[in-house]
């Protein structure tokens, strides 16, 4: 399972159980036979085994997260300096630097297979970026180059996991979380990749 499925899953879940758990206390203070230190007590009495779901459910979802950041670090690492002692790799990418050096290079589909080669590996593209320049006459070239969004991921991730912290936690289950815990899935769903790399704007339009 990817890690935007098992994050998914244990949000979604969590959303369920607090809903659940909303819905009962909201019962007992309606109960108009309660008096507001037995509602109190019952309420409590929910409230004590929920607090351990809602502190298990945060240590999971911060526990992939982590492992998900982790992950794309090293992804990121090896796609990039990770491939500075493959010889054939640099050889190929040294010969496509060569051609784009002389202008070898103009057709827009020849250009986005290289992109494409190439595309995990940041180091690369910021050198065939600077290669083309400003020129204005290769910014249909320069637009075929991905942008470099590591930063954004993990700023984007972060806020995840503050969203995270601020919502799942025991000290929070009597609070209305539905938008809230809502927001962080539909953006899980809508801007994470299964890997958690962010899917840039661009591509989503």
Known sequence: MSKKSELLNV????????EGFASKVNEILKNGDLTQEGAERR??????????????????????LNDGIEALEKKWKDNSTGKLTDSSYQIGLANTIKMIETGAITNQEDFKNIIEVYKDDYNALATIRNLLGTDIDKGD??????????????????????????????????????ISLESMIVFIKTRLK????????????
């Not at 309420?43 to 526990?63: K, Q």
């Not at 299964?194 to 339009?205: A, C, G, K, T, V």
């Open 194 to 205: 299964d890997d958690l790399s962010i899917i840039p704007w661009e591509e989503m339009q």
């Open 11 to 18: 949000i979604e879940s969590y959303k369920g159980k607090q």
């Open 141 to 178: 070239l320069l637009m075929l180059i991905p942008k470099d969004n590591r930063e954004y991921n993990k700023k984007a991730l972060s806020n995840l996991r503050n969203n995270i912290e601020s919502n799942i936690n025991p000290s929070n289950i009597r609070n209305s979380l539905t």
């Open 43 to 64: 309420i409590n009495e929910l409230a004590v085994p929920f607090e351990i779901i809602a502190e298990n459910t945060n240590i999971r979802a911060i526990g992939i």
